[in-house]
């Protein structure tokens, strides 16, 4: 975990973008629900394009939390494809009450902030910064 002033983020890693990508997503939701709170029985595809790499991990973990928050739907298995700046992810998750006390703490959104995705000797890290 990272601390930062009313914000907090993660640094996840990755054999490939698209393990990286899954990982960010369970880095957000560690941050957001108790780890043991949900079991994949609701499946959902996401498709999303964007100008590079960085928009697209953004739009992504945004796209999961919009889900969340319009559709109480809390996604947390992820196998995801990734084609230059196109994402399809074939998720998996279930409806959760957003009153639970499940839930931790709100995540308004991941933000650009500091935002890097680098690869070093065949592995992908990305440090994302989300907002509380």
Known sequence: MIDHTADIGIIARGSDLPVLFSNAAAGMLSLLIEDHATQPGIAREIKL??????T????????????????????????VLIDANHLVARCAGQYVDLKSPLFKREIKAATYHNLEIAERDGEYSARIIFDI
């Open 49 to 54: 394009e964007a100008v590079d790499r960085e």
């Open 56 to 79: 697209l991990l953004v739009q992504w973990l945004n796209e999961l939390l919009y889900i969340i928050y319009t559709e109480s739907l809390v996604l947390s298995k992820f196998d």
